[in-house]
């Protein structure tokens, strides 16, 4: 006989030695009777009924007989002559071990080589399927002490043991987890006998993909099951025999194309750090995997289990390099101890473009961050701070040619309305109504129409318009000038500058808050924000020291500066002033909240947590003291479970806005998490029935917005919950509703949504109505959508009579053509897996704010409207070259595609069209380069995209 190891690999002596056996145990075989050779000259055609199991009783036989082509037939005989053979049931002498380990070795070659359709049972298994039981009694039946004196008995149980884990892989009982327990014996008994030689190519692997996976499923189940009873999940000593069958699978898995189910393996045994060792990812699957480790997170209810898979992630794109890559998952996770080693590790490169465009991302995310001991590093801060933001964007402007300045009635088209708006009115008698509030609608609409282009025709040629406003409504005016000069600090600060020294303080006051709006989101060596804002913060008119704080808040957003945080926190804790003082605290704590958004900082919590315990009812009762709530929950904004000791410290505070407080904490700290228990909890806020007293329902509302959106499975499910709370809550509820749906598509006019809000906006509940036309202004802003466009118009005139709603309805209208539609409000960015704080926290201000319209945006607060600045991004794709000088290539946009996990190399977006940078990028489009002759150093085409030349493009030639 030949040693049990030549026979395990498929060879052309198979069929040769099964020959041998058959002659050889021709006595084994007359007393099971039948199979010989002379059946094979019955087979028929073969059936569809040869998925019958022949029970071994001759009705079916003759079935199965008649129904097998002869190669079957024959494999049949085979398999059923080594079966007999190894069961050896009349214990024959003639019968040795070693014929035994021989005719166990053909069943072996036959179930690995038997290659099926995925739609059938492959042949050996089929034919082997009655005979499961009688091996597992032969397994049983081998008893301990005759293996321990006789080595070829082990080996005969260790094979055997191999072949039965494939046979229960269909016929086990899936509860008892047989395939895996017969692999574990098998591994023990090869194990405990040195002299028994494994087969060289007894890899799991070996048995092909679907035995592995199913290994792998039943691995899970059984890792669960040994952690349920009482096993230390840290202590490998008590897994070592899964572990040492994961540490085989997972690398078959990785080169095989399977990185997903790898890593599902890794999560199932909480063991994802072996990853990082693996010899086999490299440059051609690293991405595949990291790509499904980073969206999977987002199902990870544990925040450890989170943070240790963007952890892998984020260390399986260092060392292959990806720095870009690196640093997204870092920002992801708020990780911005990261940044200086990453930088230090590109710095050891030497590749000063993935540098800048590190930079640009940097800055895109508005991270406070400063490069020191470089070479460029004046250059690489102007990237951070933004500092060419306005010169790039009005390029794209006039690239796009769209230049020119346009007025309030450019957008209102009111010529369009049916009825005639104010300009044809015949009856003179109904002068404008209340054109006070419609001119300070149109400053507003002025203002986000004409963002950032530097010229308008309302306010920068004269100071006509400044004064056919009152009051409040002359500061907004004045402020304007800082939306209309957005990004462009230099410059801007000329025009503003005679308006500082005006005799209005409300003129004044306006020119202050224009100084912050103008610098948000840039960086500027003279600081002149802080310069300008310090005194008035000190000083003592009420009006100036709101637009202060507003505008500190503004201009400071997510930067975590501790000179302006000493600036306002005296502010906060000042207890006298009554009502106006509680304003003061209220704008402050909020400009706390945007300027540290995120941060988790101490003192600032502290320091608004004690000003809540410490005030009195009346100041609680202030209709601004939402925003105190608000400063503390964006403090901890995508923090999660590092807002607990706070939520805990607010069930000190006696007033009932402690449970709003305590709602918007929550959803704050788990905005943008997808977290599915925390939705629930919000969801369940919202079944008491209440009238009055329902603020934190509101909020619990606005929350299952905020923690669904950025995760689409999520964001579908939420609408289904919106649709019931519309049908069976009480008023407060209803009202939040559409606000929540605006958090879900900011700058994302989606068909369904708007149609939701065009119904609501037809309310007869004024709250409703006019939270309905404020989403629809942010769920199209800056994307001039036409249908919008026209919605608002009509909307226009079935309000023209409600000053109110009007005013919404202008808001709305300046919205959705802001910036000219050069403009997002979108916080998510970098291919949907990035949410950036500032700008969420700049939305959340007005969606906080239309919780209480009557006494915020239609009051005199109307200038908190402004912190929408924070959110305001161009949405632009402009490819450069090393020098920042534009480089126009073609790229492709398109709809963006889901690609995780999906086998290949699927297309990344559907339905594109091909365009020359500059390029207008939608919410859920995604572009790729559209040419071979440059390569991109960043992986994501948004924002400024360095562009290199690709060293492997051969031109084509012509003619």
């Keep these: 006989a030949h040693p049990p190891e030549t026979m395990a690999s498929p060879n052309e002596n198979d069929e040769k030695n099964a020959v041998d056996l058959t002659a050889e145990t021709e006595k084994a075989k007359k007393e099971n009777g039948g199979g010989g050779s002379d059946n094979k000259k019955k087979s028929g055609k073969k059936s569809k009924k040869d998925k019958k199991k022949g029970k071994g009783n001759k009705d079916d036989a003759i079935v199965e007989e008649n129904t097998l082509s002869e190669e079957d037939q024959e494999l049949k005989d085979r398999l059923e002559t080594c079966v007999t053979t190894v069961t050896n049931a009349a214990n024959e002498a003639g019968v040795t071990v070693p014929l035994r380990l021989k005719a166990l070795d053909v069943i072996v070659t036959e179930l690995r080589s038997a290659t099926s359709s995925m739609t059938s049972v492959p042949k050996p298994l089929k034919f082997l399927r009655p005979h499961f039981d009688t091996l597992k009694k032969l397994h049983a039946g081998i008893a301990d002490e005759t293996v321990q004196s006789d080595v070829e008995m082990l080996t005969l149980r260790a094979r055997l043991a191999d072949v039965l884990s494939v046979l229960a892989m269909t016929m086990g009982k899936h509860e008892e987890r047989e395939s895996l327990q017969f692999k574990l014996s098998a591994f023990k008994d090869y194990e405990s006998n040195s002299a028994a030689t494994r087969p060289d190519d007894d890899n799991l692997g070996a048995w092909g993909h679907e035995f592995v996976r199913s290994l792998a499923g039943e691995i899970g189940q059984e890792y669960n099951a040994r952690v349920i009873a009482g096993s230390d999940p840290d202590d490998d000593a008590q897994f070592a025999d899964l572990l040492f069958m994961v540490d085989v699978i997972v690398p078959f898995h990785v080169s095989h194309n399977a990185e997903a189910e790898a890593v599902d393996l890794l999560i199932e045994v909480q063991r994802l750090k072996k990853l990082l060792d693996l010899d086999t990812i490299n440059e051609h699957n690293y991405g595949r995997i990291c790509l499904y480790l980073t969206k999977t997170a987002d199902f990870m209810s544990d925040p450890d289990d989170y943070v240790e898979m963007l952890e892998t992630a984020y260390e399986l794109f260092r060392k292959q390099g990806q720095f870009f890559d690196a640093l997204r998952v870092a920002l992801r996770m708020s990780n911005e101890e990261a940044i200086p080693e990453l930088f230090e590790q590109v710095g ?141 600090v230099e410059e801007g600060l000329t025009q503003i500058d005679k308006f500082l020294y005006s005799s209005e303080d409300y003129v004044k006051a306006g020119a202050a808050l224009a100084v912050g709006i103008l610098s948000s989101g840039v960086k500027n060596d003279a600081d002149p924000a802080l310069a300008l804002l310090s005194e008035h913060i000190e000083g003592d008119v009420h009006i100036m020291k709101c637009a202060a704080c507003t505008g500190l808040g503004i201009a400071y957003a997510g930067a975590a500066r501790e000179e302006v945080m000493d600036l306002l926190l005296p502010v906060v804790e000042a207890s006298e002033g009554g009502a106006d003082g509680m304003l003061e605290v209220s704008l402050a704590a909020l400009a706390l909240g945007m300027i540290y958004v995120g941060e988790c900082d101490e003192t600032v919590g502290s320091t608004i947590v004690q000003r809540m315990m410490e005030a009195t009812d009346e ?255 161009p949405r632009m794709i402009i490819t450069v070259n090393d020098d920042m000088e534009w480089r126009p290539v073609t790229v492709r946009v398109g709809q963006a595609v889901e690609t995780v996990g999906q086998a290949g190399k699927p297309k990344t977006i559907t339905g594109f069209q091909t365009h020359t940078t500059p390029v207008l990028l939608g919410t859920k489009e995604r572009a790729e380069l559209g040419t071979e002759e440059v390569l991109s150093v960043s992986s994501v085409l948004e924002g400024i995209v360095i562009v290199k030349d690709n060293p492997d493009y051969e031109k084509e030639e012509e003619g």
């Design 348 to 488: 050891a490169a030497e590749d000063a473009l993935m540098k800048k465009q590190m930079c640009l991302l940097l800055a895109r995310h508005r991270v406070n961050y400063e490069i020191e001991d470089d070479d460029d590093e004046d250059e690489l801060n102007e990237l951070i701070g933004n500092v060419k933001l306005s010169e790039q964007f009005l390029k794209v402007a006039q690239d796009l040619d769209v230049m020119d300045p346009k007025t309030p009635e450019d957008i209102y088209k009111s010529h369009l309305a049916e009825t005639g708006g104010f300009s044809r009115r015949r009856d003179t008698g109904g002068a404008q109504v209340d054109s006070a509030r419609a001119n300070l609608a149109s400053t507003f609409v002025n203002a986000f129409v004409n963002a950032g282009f530097g010229q308008d025709k309302l306010m920068t040629p004269d100071n006509e318009w400044l004064y056919k406003n009152k009051d409040h409504g002359m500061m907004s005016a004045a402020a304007s000038l800082g939306s209309i000069l957005l990004w462009n």
């Design 619 to 873: 100041e609680l009762d202030h209709s601004h003291a939402r925003f105190l709530c608000l400063g503390l929950g964006l403090l901890f904004l995508g923090r999660m479970e590092k807002a607990d000791a706070m939520i805990e410290a607010l069930k000190t505070v006696e007033h009932k806005i402690a449970k709003y407080a305590a709602v918007v904490l929550e959803t704050c700290a788990y905005a943008g998490s997808g977290n599915v228990l925390k939705i629930q909890e919000m969801l369940h806020h919202c079944t008491e029935h209440l009238t009055e007293d329902a603020e934190h329902q509101m909020a619990a509302v606005i929350g299952i917005g905020m923690i669904a959106m950025g995760e689409d499975v999520g964001s579908e499910m939420a609408l289904r919950a919106f649709e019931h709370l519309l049908h069976y809550c009480e008023l407060p509820i209803k009202r939040a509703v559409p606000l929540a749906l605006a958090v879900l598509n900011i700058s994302n006019p989606d068909y369904g949504i708007i149609d939701q809000l065009s119904r609501l906006s037809h309310d007869p509940d004024t709250e409703i109505s006019q939270n309905a036309v404020l989403a629809m202004g942010i769920v199209s802003a800056g994307t001039n959508n036409s249908r919008v466009a026209g919605l608002l118009r009509q909307l226009g005139e079935f309000y023209s009579k409600e000053a109110g709603h009007m005013f919404c309805v202008r808001i709305s209208q300046g919205l959705l053509h802001m910036g000219k539609g050069l403009i997002t409000l979108n916080p998510v960015h970098s291919d949907r897996m990035l949410m950036n704080p500032a700008a969420l926290g700049g939305m959340l201000v007005l969606i906080h704010s239309c919780l209480d319209l009557k006494s915020t945006l239609l009051d005199k607060t109307h200038y908190l409207l402004y912190y929408l600045t924070c959110a305001m991004n």
